[in-house]
């Protein structure tokens, strides 16, 4: 396990550091893993079913079949863009998921590295710094993305 948390730090560091232009004469914005072709929506959306709609809800609404009986209510992740001045808060969402155990949500927010196990993918920044990543949260992450309003 902290072998995976090394590798989920040196990947969130390597997207921290990370812009992309989107055009000339516009802001740089953060790079996600779907602008560096490095998930797979399809299979993110498997794992959002099996983990994450019991909460937040089929289309990452927040109104999912549990959210009425939770003391907080789960995010609407199908607004992170529009509560991040319109970009996708990649890195975000990648240490939200991947836990870190009672920082959000008052601990209600399951820690899902350990079921984020399996293979790892080199996942080259725009930077150029190649780290080792969970091939299934980068997939997770570009679903979350692909639900964005």
């Known amino acids: 396990m902290r072998a995976n948390s090394i590798i989920?730090?040196?990947?969130?560091?390597g997207l921290a550091g990370c812009?992309?232009?989107v055009g000339p004469g516009k802001a740089p914005r953060q790079a996600t893993p779907s602008d560096l072709g490095a998930g797979d929506a399809a299979a993110g959306a498997v794992i959002y079913q099996s983990y994450c709609a019991v909460c937040h809800g089929s289309e990452g609404r927040g109104d999912g079949p549990l959210a009425a009986e939770?003391?907080?209510v789960p995010a609407d992740l199908a607004?992170?863009?529009l509560g991040n001045g319109g970009v996708f808060p990649a890195e975000r969402a990648m240490t939200q998921i991947f836990g870190y155990p009672g920082k959000y949500h008052r601990g209600l927010m399951?820690?899902?590295g350990p079921m984020l196990d399996g293979p790892v993918v080199e996942w080259?920044?725009?930077?150029?710094?190649?780290t080792l990543t969970?091939?299934?949260l980068l997939d997770l992450?570009?679903?979350v993305e692909s639900l964005q309003v």
Do not use: R
């Open 19 to 21: 812009g992309l232009f």
């Open 79 to 81: 607004a992170l863009s």
């Open 124 to 130: 080259t920044t725009p930077s150029g710094e190649t």
């Open 110 to 112: 399951p820690e899902f």
């Open 141 to 143: 992450v570009v679903y």
């Open 134 to 136: 969970p091939k299934a």
């Open 8 to 13: 989920l730090g040196a990947a969130l560091v």
């Open 70 to 72: 939770l003391p907080v």
